[in-house]
């Protein structure tokens, strides 16, 4: 592990908010200069700690006002991979993340869809028909709020 001072987990945290920002804005508002919070950023990123920067895509504004969150277990683990599965679900659209888990469920899904009757055709000719799939708890989202992080 890399060792972090205040200055970097400023900077993970601003860059948490907004990967946009420049290393001359970031340097600006923590006391550097451009190329002194460069190459702190480039630290980081080569010690593995920043892996990318994405764009987030308001989902709603696209048309997908539902999301769920749903529990697969498998109904025959040994006759069916979990690589098997984890490809067929990968390729479903509207699923966003896979997860692989322990506990009662074997995967949690993130599931996407225009409204309920949307997820209900998704998950009913898509999700149901997968290799192996057996029990399925699903979980709609009502409300989501990010949180800051492990750097608080």
């Known amino acids: 592990m890399t060792d ?3 200055v970097d987990r400023k900077l993970l945290r601003a860059l948490s908010e907004d990967a946009d920002q420049s290393a001359g804005a970031l340097g600006r508002k923590f006391g550097l ?3 002194a919070a460069w190459r702190r950023i480039r630290r980081l990123e080569e010690a593995g700690i920043l892996r990318g920067r994405r764009v987030v ?6 048309g997908f006002g539902v999301t769920v969150f749903l529990g697969v277990k498998l109904a025959t683990k040994g006759r069916v991979s979990l690589e098997d599965f984890e490809r067929a ?19 949690r899904l993130r599931v996407v869809a225009r409204d309920l009757s949307d997820f209900e055709r998704v998950l009913r000719r898509r999700i149901m028909t997968l290799p192996g799939v057996g029990d399925v708890e699903a979980n709609v989202l009502l409300s989501e709020e990010r949180r800051p992080g492990p750097l608080g």
């Open 4 to 6: 972090l001072d205040e």
């Open 33 to 35: 200069s451009q190329p």
């Open 57 to 62: 895509l308001d989902k709603e504004a696209l």
């Open 89 to 107: 679900v990968t390729a479903i659209p509207e699923v966003q993340t896979v997860q692989h888990v322990l506990g009662m469920y074997d995967y």
